[in-house]
């Protein structure tokens, strides 16, 4: 699975970067943040919820585009490429659960009003996914790696080379017998860079 991870990641390098050698087309580098709402199966469901019932627990649940890189493939479709991070961290006292997962994804944002980067936008995402849980009474567990993907819709607003984004997203990622949900809100900003 790690090799496959790997020539999926090549490809979409190759397939952008052939992209952008046939037509002079901006670039579109994209990151945001989401405040998100985490769903588990068992055995991860209980641990979480007996952590969220600590007294005075913190809790963090963070959906991050951290690096998004896109060109437009028709008039109103972008596809690129994006790196998902999800935290999810509870913590009270010195006792701490974290559920981390990575996920590399082909990403493609269609706009259904009349240009790029205005009016009402869907989202789609699809990628390897990777699970780390780190807690006190059990130390690291990293897991095989899986699948995961996300659909989004949202709206955004063009103010020249600048495009803020505020969208709903909702995703699963499975890890062969465990299957983790959530739903998602956000903000990001998308910047266009000419060729």
Not at 181 to 195: D, E, P, T, V
Request: proline content about 4%; charged content about 15%; glycine content about 8%.
């Amino acid at each position: 699975m790690k090799l496959f991870s790997i020539v999926f990641a090549a490809w979409i390098l190759a397939y952008c970067h052939d992209i952008s050698a046939q037509e002079a087309k901006p670039r579109y580098f994209y990151g945001s943040v989401n405040y998100m709402f985490p769903k588990y199966t068992e055995p991860l469901a209980s641990r979480a919820s007996f952590a969220s019932r600590v007294p005075e627990s913190a809790h963090i649940p963070l959906h991050i585009d951290a690096v998004g890189y896109y060109f437009d493939y028709k008039k109103l479709t972008l596809i690129g490429g994006v790196m998902q991070v999800d935290i999810d961290r509870y913590s009270a006292y010195s006792e701490k659960l974290q559920v981390e997962y990575y996920q590399p994804s082909f990403s493609v944002f269609h706009y259904l009003d009349g240009q790029i980067g205005s009016g009402l936008f869907i989202r789609g995402d699809i990628g390897p996914a990777f699970l780390r849980i780190s807690s006190n009474d059990q130390g690291t567990e990293k897991f095989n790696p899986g699948w995961g993907y996300l659909l989004g819709a949202g709206a955004s607003l063009s103010t020249g080379s600048t495009i803020l984004l505020a969208s709903a997203n909702f995703a699963s990622k499975s890890f062969h017998d465990k299957s983790y949900r959530f739903f998602s809100l956000g903000l990001g900003i998308m910047i266009k860079k000419a060729n």
